[in-house]
């Protein structure tokens, strides 16, 4: 059983974020954060099955409530559901989970969400949720993004594929 235990930061310090200006109509694009994160893959975990689908709403509730108490153990409020960021994320796991890591366009979250903020995290790895986190917190760009005081939203998505999820999480201010 191999590991792969790379953190690999794309650009400044870590995921995307972009926030809307208080001027209507224009955007500006705050590069403090630019990576991925590829978290621990067990090579011999490709020959499992793939979790039912229960079992990755679990993950995923799992995944949600280990960010929240990252938040918590350093004083942030919890992130709630958000029904339109959980769409994205939904929609960008599916789209690369059996392709290079990339981030989503956040300024059409930004708009569709109708949000003042939005930052992403993606990971990929076969881990259980608390490593998946811990690994973000270990990053500064995830963590930051994670730690934001001004996201009051989440989406949180992973796909099983290859014997690994990739998770993607999506967070927001909404307007």
Partial sequence: ???????????HYGAPMLSRLSTP???????????????PVTTAASAEAAPSAAAQNRYEAKVQKA????????????????KCANHYAEA?????S??????????RILAKCHAVRASE???????????????WMHSPGHKA??????????????????GRY??????????
């Fill in 1 to 11: 059983m191999t590991r792969d235990w790379r953190i690999r930061d794309k650009g």
């Fill in 25 to 39: 109509g224009r955007w500006a694009a705050v590069v403090a954060l630019a990576a991925t994160a590829v978290v």
């Fill in 67 to 82: 960010m929240n108490a990252a938040r918590s153990d350093h004083e942030r409020k919890k992130l709630k559901t958000d």
């Fill in 92 to 96: 960008w796991a599916r789209k690369i």
């Fill in 98 to 107: 059996n392709r290079s890591i990339q981030h989503q366009d956040l300024g």
């Fill in 121 to 135: 995290n993606i990971a990929r790895g076969n881990v259980g949720s608390a490593k998946m986190v811990s690994l």
């Fill in 145 to 162: 993004n994670l730690l934001d005081k001004k996201v009051t939203r989440v989406g949180v998505a992973t796909v099983w594929s290859k």
């Fill in 166 to 175: 990739t998770a993607v999480t999506v967070f927001i201010k909404p307007a």
